[in-house]
C-alpha cells in the first residue's frame, strides 16, 4: 500500500496552544494536500503544497515540505476549540491520477 | 461553490442484497472517486474514474463495481452487501491534479 501515515494518531491541547501533525509517504510525489474531517462528515480541504515549494502558509495554517525526507508538517498556531477535528494528509504520486490518505491525526482542542 | 452530493446519508441494508450509492458533482470535474472510510484504517480508495465509462480499481475494489455513464455521476455498487462491507464511503471529485471536493458522505450498515 502507498497510504501515508500521520503522527501523532491523536494529540489534544490547550486552546491557544499550537498544533504539529506529520505526514510521512513513500512515493514521488505532484502536491501534497491537507484535509480536515469533522465528525462524521466529508473531508473539507485545507492547503495544497506543490513538490517544488517547502512551505505555505494559510491563515492560522503553516505546511512544510521535505521531499529528500518524504514528509510534510502541518502547524495550526493559536488553536480554538473549532479547529477540533481528525486532519489528514493526501499525496497523488507523480504517476497517476490516484491519491493517497495518511490515516488521520484526531485533534481535541480543550476550551 | 462545489457541490458533491451523496444520495443517502444513512443506509441499512441486508445481508446479500445489491446495493447503490450514488455520487453528481455539479463542477465538470473529470476525475470523481470512491472511498470507505473505517475507523484506524483511515481513507481507502476503493476506484476512481478519471472519464465517462473509465474506471480504474484503487486499493480495495474487491465486492464492488463502478459505473459513470454521464461526467457528473459516479456510482458504487455492492453486487451482493456483506457485513464487512459496514463503513463510511465517501465521494469525492476533482480536475487532474487538483484538489478533490469531498461528499457528506453515506454511512452504511449491512445487517
Known amino acids: 500500500s502507498q497510504q501515508g501515515e500521520e503522527d501523532p494518531q491523536a494529540l489534544s491541547i490547550q486552546e491557544g496552544e499550537n498544533a504539529t501533525m506529520n505526514c510521512s509517504y513513500k512515493t514521488s510525489i505532484n502536491n501534497l494536500q491537507w484535509y480536515r474531517q469533522n465528525s462524521g462528515r466529508g473531508l473539507v480541504h485545507l492547503i495544497l503544497i506543490r513538490s517544488n515549494e517547502r512551505e505555505k502558509h494559510s491563515g492560522r495554517l503553516r505546511v512544510t515540505l521535505d521531499t529528500s525526507k518524504k514528509s510534510s508538517s502541518l502547524l495550526i498556531t493559536a488553536s480554538r476549540a473549532a479547529d477540533t477535528a481528525s486532519y489528514f494528509c493526501?499525496?497523488?504520486?507523480?504517476?497517476?491520477?490516484?491519491?493517497?490518505f495518511g490515516t488521520g491525526t484526531s485533534l481535541t482542542v480543550i476550551p | 461553490d462545489v457541490k458533491v452530493t451523496q444520495s443517502s446519508r444513512y443506509l441499512v441494508k441486508r445481508t446479500g442484497e445489491k446495493v447503490f450509492l450514488e455520487c453528481v458533482q455539479d463542477m465538470d470535474h473529470e476525475n470523481m472517486f470512491w472511498y470507505r472510510q473505517d475507523p484506524g484504517l483511515g481513507l481507502r480508495l476503493i476506484y476512481f474514474?478519471?472519464?465517462?465509462?473509465?474506471?480504474e480499481k484503487g486499493d480495495i475494489p474487491e465486492g464492488y463495481s463502478v459505473s459513470r455513464e454521464k461526467k457528473e455521476r459516479f456510482s458504487l455498487i455492492l453486487e451482493s452487501a456483506s457485513t464487512n462491507q459496514t463503513s463510511m464511503y465517501l465521494c469525492?471529485?476533482?480536475?487532474?491534479?487538483?484538489?478533490?471536493?469531498f461528499g457528506a458522505g453515506t454511512r452504511l450498515s449491512v445487517l
Open positions: 469525492a471529485s476533482s480536475f487532474p491534479t487538483g484538489i478533490q471536493y
Open positions: 474514474s478519471y472519464d465517462v465509462k473509465m474506471k
Open positions: 493526501a499525496t497523488e504520486p507523480n504517476t497517476g491520477n490516484q491519491f493517497y
